[in-house]
């Protein structure tokens, strides 16, 4: 059972690409929110320029009380439909532990153009070894030892809902994490 009045990190999903619009209202309240965002370039005026967009679109983390939630639900129901993912296992709604919500930021917020966002239900955790990433422009991310796309990447998951891979990591820049 969730305590409506403890912070948390739950999984929120908006309809129609509304998630950067979710977020103005969340960054107006003081409410802390993160959407993975990756970099693209585009063509404006027959210049290319760089701009980030949301990695998974719909789809947003925000780190406040399920009261605080279901009043900006509330509020804001006939412009954003904002609902939760529910956890499959409890009913729910779903929460991600803090430290994985760390691990999951500090690794998204590279915006390096080798990170893969991953649809959870397809990435099998049982083969790759806890690893930290030691060397590099990742040095410290910690997470799982895998081959995705035939490069070795570590690989952070945030269960039931996503995983992010890193770049190429050589073997030299992880060291096994011992249970």
């Not at 950067?20 to 993160?34: H, R, W």
């Not at 399920?66 to 929460?95: G, S």
């Not at 891979?165 to 249970?179: D, L, M, N, R, Y």
Request: aromatic content about 8%; overall charge positive.
């Amino acid at each position: 059972m969730i305590n409506r009045n403890e912070k948390a990190w739950f999984v929120l999903k908006v309809t129609y690409c509304r998630e950067m619009k979710l977020k103005e209202i969340l960054d107006l309240a003081g409410i802390d929110n993160f959407i993975p965002m990756v970099r693209t370039t585009i063509l404006k005026k027959n210049k290319e320029q760089t701009q980030l967009i949301p990695a998974i679109h719909n789809l947003i983390f925000v780190n406040t009380t399920k009261a605080e939630i279901d009043n900006i639900r509330l509020q804001n129901a006939a412009t954003i439909p904002v609902k939760y993912i529910f956890d499959k296992n409890t009913d729910n709604p779903m929460i991600i532990p803090t430290f994985q919500m760390d691990k999951f930021i500090k690794l998204s917020k590279s915006y390096d153009d080798g990170l893969i966002y991953l649809d959870a239900s397809k990435v099998v955790f049982k083969k790759g070894e806890k690893v930290k990433v030691i060397a590099g422009p990742f040095k410290g991310v910690e997470g799982q030892y895998m081959r995705v796309q035939n490069d070795r990447r570590v690989v952070i998951a945030l269960e039931g809902v996503m995983a992010v891979a890193t770049a190429f990591v050589h073997p030299s820049q992880v060291q096994k994490i011992e249970e």
